[in-house]
């Protein structure tokens, strides 16, 4: 099965294909990649409750009906007071959101 992802290792800007949500620093590091040169970074200090994170583009990762797909995310955490996750969200070609999110277990 082939990576859907745009830029998988965060090669090149991240800008181009993910955007940020919530109040922090967002960094494309240099300092805990896990494979290639590169990695996203958030440094947040929101309340608890809230969130702080890289999304990918809506547009920038098609999918089919009808076909199942396999996520998985490498994080690397520090100083955490909540968790990290991995969230999927569906929308149709127009856009719209569909409903559905599956979201990695918390820890």
């Known amino acids: 099965m082939s990576n859907l992802a745009p830029d998988p290792g965060f090669e090149i800007d991240p800008t181009i294909d993910?955007?940020?949500h919530g109040t922090?620093?967002?960094v494309w590091a240099l300092d805990a990649p896990h494979t290639g040169n590169r990695s996203l970074k958030i440094v947040s200090s929101q309340p608890e409750g809230s969130l702080a994170r890289w999304l990918s583009?809506?547009?920038r990762i098609k999918a089919t009906a009808g076909n199942?797909?396999?996520a998985s995310v490498w994080?690397?955490?520090s100083?955490?007071?909540q968790y990290g996750l991995l969230a999927m969200n569906f929308l149709d070609a127009n856009l719209n959101y569909l409903g559905t999110t599956y979201e990695s277990l918390n820890p």
Do not use: R
């Open 18 to 20: 993910y955007y940020t």
């Open 24 to 26: 922090g620093v967002y």
């Open 57 to 59: 583009k809506n547009d």
């Open 68 to 70: 199942e797909y396999i």
């Open 75 to 77: 994080m690397k955490g």
């Open 79 to 81: 100083n955490i007071k």
